[in-house]
């Protein structure tokens, strides 16, 4: 069964391979407002003629509302560029036939969570996993950048074989992008649920998912 992160992978791949054939034969211009049309062509097109799985169509009608009102703003291109590389390390892609479909999911082990958190801590972040979320939580925190994990999650999500099995909500606050690239190079993605509101005052919440397999884009590295 392909799962979403395959599935858009391979959508982006597919879309930037025939945007450079689409101007290798002078068909459009390199520019960028010439490029923004060919998406937005390419993605109406494409869910017209039902070309792509059921899990990647919201995604796909989202891109197309923002080609609509936002035109080269919208800036499908870089969006493509960023979710390719991305993704590429993350789901083991191997090029198929021009097709760049991905070939396996990396599931999400606990070791590489811990070694993850450990380089954090080297950093100018407070780590608070002690914690007990079940309900709205203020915790005390003396630097700019901090992060929040309940403690009963952390005992429930990952199996014998210390392998993510259920999703895992992190509580954060304060350099967001660094932290994305940080798990990224840990083989660990984020999918950003709120940057500012969650159960945690003042943090965001973002959660990791078995296989990096969540239901929509994650956050996108530098």
């Known amino acids: 069964m392909i799962n979403f992160s395959q599935e858009i992978y391979r959508v982006v791949n597919l879309g930037l391979d025939e945007l450079a054939q689409s101007q290798q034969l002078g068909k459009t211009p390199k520019n ?5 049309h060919f998406f937005s062509v390419w993605i109406t097109k494409g869910l017209k003629q039902h070309r792509f799985e059921r899990c990647v169509v919201a995604t796909l009608k989202n891109w197309q509302r923002q080609a609509r009102t936002m035109g080269v703003q919208a800036q499908l291109k870089q969006q493509f560029e960023g979710i390719a590389q991305t993704y590429i390390k993350i789901l083991k892609a191997q ?10 999911c990396s599931p999400v082990e606990r070791k590489s969570l ?33 992060m929040v994990i309940c403690v009963e999650k952390l005992k429930q999500v990952f199996d014998a074989t210390g392998q993510l099995t259920k999703p895992l909500s992190l509580y954060v606050r304060g350099d967001y992008q660094g932290l994305i690239d940080l798990c990224h190079s840990h083989n660990l993605l984020l999918h950003k649920v709120s940057d500012y509101k969650s159960l945690v005052k003042f943090h965001g919440e973002y959660i990791i998912f078995p296989d990096n397999n969540g239901t929509d884009l994650p956050c996108i590295i530098t």
């Open 32 to 36: 960028p407002l010439s490029e923004s």
């Open 114 to 146: 811990e070694v993850m958190l450990d380089e954090l801590l080297k950093g100018d972040w407070q780590l608070i996993d002690d914690a007990l979320i079940k309900r709205k939580l203020t915790v005390k925190v003396a630097t700019t950048n901090s």
């Open 95 to 104: 090029p198929d036939n021009n097709l760049f479909e991905a070939t396996q």
